[in-house]
């Protein structure tokens, strides 16, 4: 069965700093583009972060560059998502999710990926 877990999620203030992780399992993932995404309430799922099977390659939403740092361990089958200089506008539940590779595939948009894990909550107070 495969699972996608992320942790690291709660309460920060603003400026602070917060480290999701994302254990897969139930198959390799190691030549898999993995990404974060997040969802607001009321609001629709909005690609973050992502990076490719070798981890030499990442690519990140305007509003995070600078600030998010996405990685990857495929050694323990484990994607990272390092949070710096957050705002209350990052407020939300982040998902990790994993999309087999080929050429021409969106990884910037949902349907770029197959599995989904079932998210951790990021709050950062004003």
């Known amino acids: 069965q495969v699972q996608l877990v992320e942790s690291g999620g709660g309460l920060v203030q603003a400026g602070g700093s917060l480290r999701l992780s994302c254990a897969a399992s139930?198959?390799?993932?190691?030549?898999?583009?993995m990404g974060w995404f997040r969802q607001a309430p009321g609001k629709e799922r909005d690609f973050v972060a992502a990076?490719?099977?070798?981890?030499?390659?990442?690519y990140y939403a305007d509003s995070m560059k600078g600030r998010f740092t996405i990685s990857r361990d495929n050694a323990k089958n484990t994607v990272y998502l390092q949070m710096n200089s957050l705002k209350p506008e990052d407020t939300a539940v982040y998902y990790c999710?994993?999309?087999?590779?080929?050429?021409?595939?969106?990884?910037?948009?949902?349907?770029?990926?197959?599995?989904w894990g079932q998210g951790t909550q990021v709050t950062v107070s004003s």
């Open positions: 999710a994993a999309g087999r590779y080929y050429s021409g595939r969106n990884y910037y948009s949902v349907p770029g990926y197959d599995y």
């Open positions: 139930g198959r390799t993932f190691s030549r898999d583009v």
């Open positions: 990076i490719g099977w070798t981890g030499s390659s990442t």
